[in-house]
C-alpha cells in the first residue's frame, strides 16, 4: 500500500527527488546482468564516417507474465560522430504510462577517452500536445548529457515494468520493435521470454537485412540507416 501511495505522490509531483529517492529504495531490486557486451568490448567497434552517430548495440528484451504484464528491459550504446549526433543523442526521452507502469534508469553514462563517466541531469514531462488539443496519459522522463562531442559514447539501459494488466485487454500483449532506425546499427537484438512465452508468437518483417532467428529471439548485425527523405514525418 505504501508503495502504490507513492506512485500516486510522484504522479502528482513529478519533479520531487525526494519522492522519486523513497520510491525507487522501496522498490529496487536486486540488479541483473547488463544486456550485451561491456562498453570498452563495444567500443572497439568500427564506425562508418558518414553517419551522424553509430549505434554501437541496441538490445530489447522483453519478460511476459502469464496476465499480460511485461517487463522491458532495453540497452542502447551509441557512438556520436559528429555535431548532429550530438544533438540527436544528447538527450534522451524514456516514455511510461504514470501509474501504469514503473520507468527504472538501470544504466546512464557518457564515456569520453581520458575522463571519468559523466552522468546525465534528470527531469520529468508531459507528453501531451494541448497546442494541438491532444492529451495523453503518458510522461517521459528525460536524460540531458553535458555537451556531447564527436567520438563520445552513450550508454542509456532501462527497464519498464508493467503494474498492473490492462483492463481492457487481460492477458494480452502485443508490441512492435525494431531492427532498423535513422541511424547504422552494429548489433540489434530483439527477444521475448517469460511465462507466457510458450503461447506468445513473433512474426518478423526485415527486407533486405540479413539477421538470424532462434525461436523468440532476433539478431541482426551491421544494419543500415534507414534512407531519410525530404518532408517525411520526423
Known sequence: QAVALLHTAVKA??????LRAYLDKLTRRPPRPPLGPTVPVLAQVASP?????????HHARAEVDVQGRAVRRTRRVVRILNEEGARRFGSWELAYVPGGQSLEIEAAHLIREGSPPLSPSRSD??????????????RA????FPRPQPGDIVEVAWRLTDLDPDPAFPGYYGELAYLQESVPRAVSVIELAGEAAPRLSMSVVARGIAHVREGLRVVARDVPAVPLEQDMPG
Open 125 to 138: 514531462r508531459d507528453l501531451s500536445e494541448p497546442e494541438y488539443r491532444l492529451y495523453y496519459d503518458l
Open 49 to 57: 564516417q558518414d553517419a551522424p552517430a553509430h549505434v554501437l548495440y
Open 141 to 144: 522522463e528525460v536524460l540531458s
Open 13 to 18: 509531483s513529478p519533479g520531487d527527488e525526494d
